[in-house]
């Protein structure tokens, strides 16, 4: 090692400080589950002067809160990547990092015109940075530039359009894109937010030859490949989904990525790798209710880990209270011996739910290992009941065994009283039934 190159490290990592300092590096670049925005694809600078000569921006104040906190996800995604860079003893990729967030950073005396089209670039070409309490903000801004500064109303437009797409209104979303790429066809985050939009609109078809025609101008488009895998894999070809969602989490390892990657791995059945990519999304994002949800309900299905199940369905019960993480905590808790805690929380979803036949066959087989099967057959019987309804009268695998353990049961005289008959056909009450 020369002392040159000792030299030059030292003062790139002198440097690297200096913008630590500046950044402001103090927020938590794994409290946010964003997507990686590019870097503007244009000169985004002008001076004060025109900025203050602008009208439509008097609102928005240089450093006012409402642009920044359009920014913020930004510069939060950047400063992360300096993070990880140092990390990994990368001094020269730490430095672009921060160099990249100091860029987005607001300057005393800035120009809001440059910070508005920052804005708008980053909403062209990655919207999901974007949050919904944003939106008339955001919209407030590209209306501005539309109506002052026509450099860029291709870019501007193609944002307005992705913000038209969050609200629902797909359709109003496919005419301007289209519009825009009438005009500017080599426009990459026009065509990529065709296909995303295309795609949401159930068009997979179009939206898959857009985004192809993406892939080949620029083939480290995340988004591209996030939503071809979902596509491909709605049509059925699992493997083709499996090797987009692969290339993803390649490009962009984040909390999205691997979810998308474990629940196409899961949908093939392999579990072990499934469950290798549900981990990584929960490491990256420790507030995702989603990834410790996921984590624990494979690690249940596949069974010899019902502990590390529970406590990861728990964490996502805390995280983000719903009826299917409750319903599999139960069973959980029952694997692992604690009866009680299962019933009760089968109890609270057969009193929010109850017409969900699962959970009263739960407790039929909770009770029926605890040897109380007065409560075993009530439970099973209305589980018959519920998923003869569901299935419009006619016998299904779930009738016909449920069927067996109720006759059982009555066969052994376990109950008080004529029990009512059980028929393993096609019901005759079928239109009450319906």
């Given at each position: 090692?020369?002392?040159?190159?000792?030299l030059?490290?030292?003062?790139?990592?002198?440097?690297?400080?200096?913008?630590?300092?500046?950044?402001?590096?103090d927020?938590?670049?794994?409290?946010?589950?964003?997507?990686?925005?590019?870097?503007?694809?244009?000169?985004?600078?002008?001076?004060?002067?025109?900025?203050?000569?602008?009208?439509?921006?008097?609102?928005?104040a240089?450093?006012?809160?409402?642009?920044?906190?359009?920014?913020?996800?930004?510069?939060?995604?950047?400063?992360?990547?300096?993070?990880?860079?140092?990390?990994?003893?990368?001094?020269?990729?730490?430095?672009?990092?921060?160099?990249?967030?100091?860029?987005?950073?607001?300057?005393?005396?800035?120009?809001?015109?440059?910070?508005?089209?920052?804005?708008?670039?980053?909403?062209?070409?990655?919207p999901t940075?974007?949050?919904?309490?944003?939106?008339?903000?955001?919209?407030?801004?590209?209306?501005?530039?539309?109506?002052?500064?026509?450099?860029?109303?291709?870019?501007?437009?193609?944002?307005?359009?992705?913000?038209?797409?969050?609200?629902?209104?797909?359709?109003?979303?496919?005419?301007?894109?289209r519009?825009?790429?009438?005009?500017?066809?080599?426009?990459?985050?026009?065509?990529?937010?065709?296909?995303?939009?295309?795609?949401?609109?159930?068009?997979?078809?179009?939206?898959?030859?857009e985004?192809?025609?993406?892939?080949?101008?620029?083939?480290?488009?995340?988004?591209?490949?996030?939503?071809?895998?979902?596509?491909?894999?709605?049509?059925?070809?699992?493997?083709?989904?499996?090797?987009?969602?692969?290339?993803?989490?390649?490009?962009?390892?984040?909390?999205?990525?691997?979810?998308?990657?474990?629940?196409?791995?899961?949908?093939?059945?392999?579990?072990?790798?499934?469950?290798?990519?549900?981990?990584?999304?929960?490491?990256?994002?420790?507030?995702?209710?989603?990834?410790?949800?996921?984590?624990?309900?494979?690690?249940?299905?596949?069974?010899?880990?019902?502990?590390?199940?529970?406590?990861?369905?728990?964490?996502?019960?805390?995280?983000?209270?719903?009826?299917?993480?409750?319903?599999?905590l139960?069973?959980a808790?029952?694997?692992?011996?604690?009866?009680?805690?299962?019933?009760?929380?089968?109890?609270?979803?057969?009193?929010?739910?109850?017409?969900?036949?699962?959970?009263?066959?739960?407790?039929?087989?909770?009770?029926?290992?605890?040897?109380?099967?007065?409560?075993?057959?009530?439970?099973?019987?209305?589980?018959?009941?519920?998923?003869?309804?569901?299935?419009?009268?006619?016998?299904?695998?779930?009738?016909?065994?449920?069927?067996?353990?109720?006759?059982?049961?009555?066969?052994?005289?376990?109950?008080?009283?004529?029990?009512?008959?059980?028929?393993?056909?096609?019901?005759?009450?079928?239109?009450?039934?319906?």
């Open positions: 090692m020369t002392p040159c190159f000792v030059n490290c030292l003062q790139r990592l002198a440097m690297i400080v200096l913008l630590v300092a500046w950044a402001g590096c927020s938590d670049p794994t409290s946010s589950e964003t997507v990686t925005a590019p870097a503007p694809a244009a000169p985004v600078t002008a001076t004060p002067t025109v900025a203050a000569a602008s009208k439509g921006f008097s609102h928005l240089a450093d006012g809160p409402e642009t920044k906190a359009l920014l913020e996800p930004v510069i939060t995604e950047h400063l992360g990547r300096g993070r990880n860079a140092l990390e990994e003893s990368d001094l020269l990729g730490a430095l672009n990092a921060y160099q990249t967030a100091g860029s987005y950073q607001s300057e005393q005396g800035g120009s809001t015109l440059a910070q508005h089209r920052i804005i708008a670039f980053v909403l062209a070409e990655n940075l974007l949050s919904r309490e944003s939106l008339g903000q955001a919209a407030q801004v590209l209306n501005g530039l539309l109506a002052t500064d026509p450099t860029y109303k291709h870019v501007y437009k193609t944002a307005q359009a992705n913000l038209v797409a969050l609200s629902g209104n797909l359709d109003q979303a496919i005419t301007t894109l519009a825009v790429l009438e005009t500017h066809p080599a426009y990459v985050p026009a065509r990529e937010g065709l296909g995303v939009v295309l795609a949401s609109s159930n068009k997979g078809d179009e939206a898959i030859k985004l192809r025609s993406v892939l080949k101008k620029a083939p480290d488009s995340v988004r591209a490949r996030a939503v071809i895998a979902q596509l491909l894999s709605q049509a059925g070809d699992l493997e083709g989904a499996i090797d987009h969602a692969r290339q993803a989490v390649k490009l962009a390892s984040n909390t999205g990525n691997h979810l998308l990657l474990g629940e196409l791995l899961q949908k093939k059945g392999d579990a072990d790798e499934a469950i290798k990519q549900y981990r990584r999304a929960a490491m990256l994002n420790r507030q995702s209710a989603l990834a410790f949800g996921r984590l624990g309900s494979v690690l249940l299905q596949k069974g010899g880990a019902d502990k590390e199940a529970r406590d990861m369905l728990n964490r996502a019960f805390e995280l983000g209270p719903n009826g299917d993480v409750l319903y599999q139960a069973i808790e029952a694997r692992l011996g604690d009866h009680d805690k299962a019933l009760q929380y089968l109890a609270r979803l057969a009193n929010d739910s109850p017409n969900t036949p699962d959970v009263f066959q739960a407790i039929g087989e909770i009770q029926e290992q605890r040897g109380n099967t007065k409560n075993a057959l009530s439970a099973y019987q209305r589980a018959h009941q519920l998923h003869t309804a569901a299935a419009g009268g006619k016998e299904t695998e779930a009738t016909k065994q449920l069927a067996i353990r109720i006759r059982k049961f009555q066969a052994a005289g376990s109950t008080s009283g004529p029990a009512p008959a059980i028929r393993t056909g096609a019901s005759k009450t079928k239109k009450r039934a319906k």
